[in-house]
């Protein structure tokens, strides 16, 4: 079973991804990861993310190591991944890499939740189930803001909210595999929803699919 979760960032995917995953006995993939880790490497060489050769040989050199690195969750590897993913060499050297996970889950799960921004769309176009999380603008910087505060970094509204602009801005605009949902996906706007909410209505969207 192959469940595609897509949106843009902070719309509640992950949370949502998680969960449907212990729920239904499946591996959780955060593809977000692998862009992460190829946005930091470049950073990390001294290079420019969005210098698309920089880029495209470290997505061909990463890692599976490399998506254990703490720094990946922060705002600089974000940006410096809404960069990278934008080059089609990146995201075709990526794509072998998650069609590879979702084709096969670990040992004791039946299958994958893949949470990212193309996977009904290109990576798994034939996921058995397919779910676009959406949420305001203003309600997605407002769960980023309070999560960064969480996690002790002082930050600031405007900033957060400028910052989730330009990368949804980048995600949606770029000429590969932009930020789009497929044709067959079910639309859950999480804006006025709480996580257990939002899980509920995507089971309940699951149900009537396999009834
Ligand atoms: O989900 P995230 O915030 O970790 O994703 C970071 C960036 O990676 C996002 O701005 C766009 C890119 N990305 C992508 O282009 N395709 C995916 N399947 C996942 C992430």
Redesign the pocket.
């Known amino acids: 079973m192959i469940i595609a979760v897509d949106g843009p960032?902070a719309a509640g995917?992950g949370t949502l991804a998680r969960r449907l995953a212990e729920h239904y006995g499946l591996a959780y993939v955060?593809?977000?990861?692998l862009?992460?880790a190829v946005g930091l490497s470049v950073l990390r060489a001294g290079g420019d993310p969005s210098d698309a050769a920089a880029a495209s040989s470290a997505a061909r050199a990463l890692d599976l190591d490399q998506l254990e690195d703490p720094a990946l969750r922060g705002d600089e590897a974000?940006q410096a991944?809404?960069q990278v993913?934008a080059s089609p060499e990146v995201r075709a050297a990526l794509l072998d890499v998650q069609r590879r996970l979702a084709a096969n889950p670990p040992p004791g799960t039946s299958g994958v939740v893949l949470?990212?921004?193309?996977?009904g769309t290109v990576?798994c176009p034939d996921s058995d189930v397919k779910i676009f999380v959406t949420a305001s603008l203003e309600a997605r910087a407002e769960r980023r803001l309070k999560e960064l505060r969480q996690r002790g970094l002082e930050s600031i509204r405007s900033r957060v909210l400028q910052d989730m602009k330009e990368?949804d801005a980048?995600?949606r605009e770029r000429a590969v595999?932009p930020l789009v949902p497929a044709s067959d996906a079910f639309m859950l706007d999480t804006t006025g929803l709480d996580a257990e909410a939002a899980f509920q209505a995507a089971v309940d969207h699951i149900a009537s699919r396999t009834d």
């Open positions: 960032a995917k955060d593809t977000g990861l862009y992460r974000a991944a809404s993913a949470d990212g921004r193309d996977i990576v990368r980048r995600d595999a």
